[in-house]
């Protein structure tokens, strides 16, 4: 379980990566596009600008799916996975220490820290 818990996490994190390198690329192009034209090779300049667009636009589907899959493993687990290291805490005390990386972890603080992590605005749900 923390395994995949830690293949979903690190899958999501390198899609936001991705997708925080290639979204200026996409603006510089078509900045560059709109602003002269395309010219200086229209043709392959179109053709870099759509492939970068369409690259940007799979990396955000992956992103998705992953952040849909790592949301689906911590409500498996009851919010108890440690947001440090995304170790199994269900086996442990209600409150404590993480055996992973030391991390204090409460009930409250797991369910804050995971409703941050993958519920957007409108999903929170204030008690």
Do not use: H, N
Request: hydrophobic residues 45%; positive net charge.
């Amino acid at each position: 379980m923390p395994r995949v818990a830690y293949e979903v996490t690190k899958f999501e994190r390198a899609c936001r990566y991705l997708m925080g390198l290639v979204l200026p690329i996409i603006l510089i192009s078509w900045l560059y596009w709109s602003l002269w034209g395309g010219k200086f090779g229209t043709a392959l300049s179109l053709a870099i600008m759509i492939t970068i667009s369409i690259a940007y636009a799979a990396t955000l589907v992956m992103w998705m799916i992953a952040r849909t899959r790592g949301k689906r493993i911590v409500l498996a687990s009851q919010k108890r996975i440690c947001p440090g290291c995304l170790y199994d805490l269900r086996t442990l005390e209600e409150s404590g220490l993480c055996p992973e990386c030391g991390r204090p972890y409460t009930p409250s603080s797991l369910k804050d820290a995971w409703e941050r992590t993958y519920m957007l605005p409108f999903e929170r749900v204030e008690q």
